[in-house]
């Protein structure tokens, strides 16, 4: 994946861009997924280095940070000064409880802390439970954090270039089949962004990441692709790229399910396929292949495979994955997808 870094810049969501609507897929910290549509805008970046303004569509997924909080940042410090030197029991409890409290916009001073040599202290011989380490494990748990958040927002364009600072909204509104849904951005662990493409013709490029984009990842498996087909439309998929399968003993596969095992040499082709294999739809696809199904609620993993060239047998939105019935984010490399419209 390839990283495009920027120091600062601020995304709005009220500007005076036009309002797309989105369908969008918002995984909370507490582990629950809200799916529905949203009404979003084009981003407004500011960066170091000028202003850009993104297409909403070029937007896949948003990692939501914690954010750095200068006033907490300043509070934190003398805590974490008290609990790196002092030994008096009352006064480490009381330091202790004041840093919980802060909550996870305390969690960036802490790491900066840990991280800064002059605040390791080899003399200490305190060995109860106020330490900096349990008050970091307290403040995750009653923050819902099972995973190591990033600091900035990580916004993925593409599926493929990434871009990290400061998403400045307050909540995303959302419609969902059961109402209307206003949800806090400190209640947001990741979102999942998917603009249609109205019908035509074009040509489109998409990246599908073996650490997600798989058919058993239950969260984010199938990449919405955002075109949308119409019943009988023409269409061609293509890909190429390796990918290695943790789930599958570290084997190395290719788009058209070519696998090689890690001791291995050579690549094998699946059973029965031949050189040029071109799919039109229909058959039962083999581990590592690149599969498609059109509409989100639909069941079925078609088969792409590195070629295919064929018509939608239904209306609905385009969208693909890794063939594999059991996910695993150690999984390693992508896939480079083209699809191709026709009338």
Known sequence: MKKILVPFFVLSLSGLFAQKQADVSL?????????????????DLVTAYGKLVIPVSKINHIEVGIGRDNAVAEKAKGHLKILATSNNEDTRKSSYTDLVKLGIKAIPAINDFFNDPKNISEESTYTGEYTIDNALTEIKASGNMSHEAPIEDIITMDNNYTMGGSYNFIKMDVKTEYGNLSVPKEKIKSIDVSVAIEPGKGDFSFKLLASKNITGNTSGGWLKTGVMLKAGQRFTITANGEVTLASLSNSKYKPDGSSKAESATEFTKPYGSSEDDTYSGGGYPTYG????????????NLKAGAKFNGTAKTSGMLLISIYETVYNANNKGAYNVKVSLGK
Do not use: P, R
Not at 33 to 40: E, P, S
Not at 289 to 300: A, H, N, P
């Open 289 to 300: 292949q690149v599969v498609y199904k059109i509409g989100d609620t639909s069941t079925e």
């Open 27 to 43: 995984e909370l910290l507490d582990g629950n997924i809200i799916k529905g549509t949203a009404m979003v805008n084009d981003i």
